[in-house]
């Protein structure tokens, strides 16, 4: 979905469209959620802290978020895909990958089953999709941004190798700043230094990670679309009015991240053995820790004897904390996790 959440509040507030929107809390350490084409005109993104998306944009508008209208359009898309095929991995509210090989309708070309979904989402929902098609998730993913908004692009396998090579290492889905710029001081900038480069190299210097970078550079991806994908973790996390470094502070806004996670888990029938504490530091620096119990995670206590343990012994801090959040992951018995949700409103 383009722009979903922004798009949603355009389309339900003729007042919003044509106008920079962003989702999420204008507040001085609110976090943007989601941007509109107008708003990303002016730099505007998710994630992005409130005020810099402010600074580059003074006309933007802050919008609060409706989650729960969001997942009910959501859902709508869902049932759209089911129309095509029972082969559908879902990664959050506005994505999906899909396997149209043998599509519910007998269409034979990939390009016009993503044209039929795109015009019934259109007329169903009022709101603009993107399609990327090829022949595996990584270059299909690419696809995807190519024709943003309201458009659609194929990757054959014909194209797939040359595609690759001209795109720079930061445009790579599963790449990151901090792996991209390993990359470039290694002298790797584009999908062809890339491909120059042997597997042992790769592995060498990316670990486990090397061998996916390897072969995505020669357009090769064999993971297979998994209708039956289970959430890794659900988690909860808080930005802070101010900046907190007394431990009972800490301890008092730890226990309501505690409480939403079980509710998650309890709601999903969800459990996991790993928790994961996270901190954000007044400087932005993020760190975590984690611990791992035997058995699955069976009772609120239990989490939260975990996470204020993981707390208790980082304590005292070398900073001021800015967030904290809890995660429990290796989940069991659960295959529709609530999304971890936190733009500090």
């Known amino acids: 979905m383009d722009a979903f959440y922004a798009s949603v509040e355009q389309r339900d507030n003729p007042e919003l469209r044509g106008k920079p929107v962003a989702v999420g809390g204008s507040r001085e350490r609110g976090v943007v959620a989601a941007a509109s084409y107008e708003a990303r005109k002016f730099g505007v993104r998710s994630a992005m802290p409130s005020v810099t998306a402010k600074r580059q944009c003074p006309d933007l508008i802050f919008v609060n978020p409706r989650f729960e209208v969001y ?3 959501s859902q709508q898309i869902r049932e759209i895909f089911a129309e095509h095929t029972p082969i559908i991995e879902p990664l959050s509210l506005d994505e999906a990958y899909l396997d149209v090989t043998e599509n519910l309708q007998s269409i034979p070309l990939a390009r016009d089953v993503a044209l039929a979904i795109r015009a019934k989402i259109k007329e169903v929902t009022g709101l603009n999709a993107s399609a990327g098609i090829s022949y595996n998730k990584f270059l299909a993913k690419l696809a995807s941004d190519h024709r943003k908004p ?4 194929v990757i054959t396998p014909e194209m797939g190798p040359a595609f690759v090579e001209t795109l720079p290492v ?3 889905h599963g790449i990151g700043p901090a792996t991209s710029a390993k990359m470039n001081s290694l002298g790797l900038y584009t999908g062809l230094d890339m491909r120059n480069q042997s597997l042992e190299f790769m592995q060498e210097n990316f670990g486990k990670a090397g061998a996916y970078y390897y072969w995505i550079s ?3 991806d ?3 679309i998994r209708a039956d994908r289970i959430r890794k ?3 909860a996390e808080h930005t802070f009015s101010s900046d907190l470094a007394d431990f009972e502070a800490m301890l008092s806004e730890l226990k309501p991240l505690i409480d939403r996670v079980w509710r998650h888990c309890e709601d999903k029938g969800s459990r996991g053995r790993t928790v994961t504490l ?3 530091f007044s400087d932005f620096e993020i760190i975590s820790r984690s611990r791992s119990a035997s058995s699955p ?3 609120r206590d239990d989490l939260a004897h975990l996470a204020i343990g993981l707390l208790k012994d980082n304590m005292p801090l070398p900073k001021a904390v800015r967030l904290l959040g809890v995660s429990v992951s290796s989940l069991q018995d659960g295959d529709d996790a609530e999304p971890q949700l936190d733009f500090g409103i």
């Open 150 to 153: 309201n458009g659609q692009y």
């Open 233 to 235: 973790s659900i988690g």
């Open 218 to 220: 020669r357009g090769v």
């Open 297 to 299: 995670v069976a009772n």
């Open 222 to 224: 064999h993971r297979e």
């Open 170 to 172: 930061g445009k790579f």
């Open 71 to 73: 997942k009910a359009i």
């Open 278 to 280: 996270r901190v954000k």
